[in-house]
């Protein structure tokens, strides 16, 4: 269903005042959704969009509107509701730079209560920052007195199996004027791999008030069921299953895309990316969605390896005329 036609259905949740028109929501990747990907997983049935996380202390920096920290900010009309994500471990700038970012004309500021990394999460930022309930109840109520748009926060299970908090963490969040919580069913310590808990999401939504999205391992129009299901969440936010396979916000399977149209929108977001980052970074960062998008030619190892190393659009395009000839072969 395109944009324009869901404009006109009554909202599925909201966030504050903001209609979400959809249960589908792409999650916010560094170095993944940025403006073209996320556009075009928007236009796909992505209900929603999140920015890539972008540190405080960075952007507070970065005046120039091309320094990297400002692309990842970039968004269209047609992306909103747009969500600008941000970390850092200091309150006060946190709070300072959202008040600068909201006149950017987001929807939403999101902070990130997720990141595993460890330069972020052991500095106290990201997931260091669930250690502590009643020190982000303190900022959640200082960043909505001093925000006029809503603010959400992306949270894990705990820091570890020892000290999985998240019911203690979604109380002060709520209570402090959290709008909607995305909850990535893991702890800090899985990182992103290992067994996803969606029990742990079912028990922050049956307490809540707020819409709860509930998030990990969704990789199918069956997942994306099973975790309504067993959960009751009010949107599904899908990761990594959506690169290469945006398709999967219109619930179709990954399968059925044929090699044609997965190629037809490779060169759209190709292009997109240039226009974003210009011919040279542009073909280089976009390597890491080419290979996703031929996913259909696992038995050709050798074209894939070599798509990695395409650096213009020529060589793309020589690329993807080969993997039409050789899956006619096939
Ligand atoms: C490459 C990559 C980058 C990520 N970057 C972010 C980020 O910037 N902010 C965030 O909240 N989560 C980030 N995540 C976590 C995802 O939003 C999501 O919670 C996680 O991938 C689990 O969902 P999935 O199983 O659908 O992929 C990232 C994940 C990946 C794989």
Redesign the pocket.
Known sequence: MTCSKRAAEPPVFSIGTIPVRGDLVL???????DWPFRVICRELGSAMV????VNVDEIAHSRRAESAARLKLKYSEMERPVAF?I?GHVDERLVEIARVLQDLGPDII?L????AIRKIAERGA?AGMLKDPARLGRLFAALSVALRIPVTA?I?LGWDDRSRNYLEVAKALEDNGCALI?V?A?TKEQA?SGP?DWSAIAEIKARARIPILG?????TPGDMDAIKRETHCDGV???????GHPWIFSRREKESIPLAESIAMARRHLGMMIELYGPEYGCLIFRKHAVRYVHHLTSVGKLRSRLVLCSNVAEYESLFAEAMEISKQS
């Open positions: 999650a916010p990747m560094d170095g993944f959704t999140y920015t890539e996380f994500q970390y999101d990130n209560l997720g990141c990201g992306k894990r995305a990535h893991r992103l996803v998030n990990g391992n969704v990789r936010m899908i990761g990594r299953a959506a690169i």
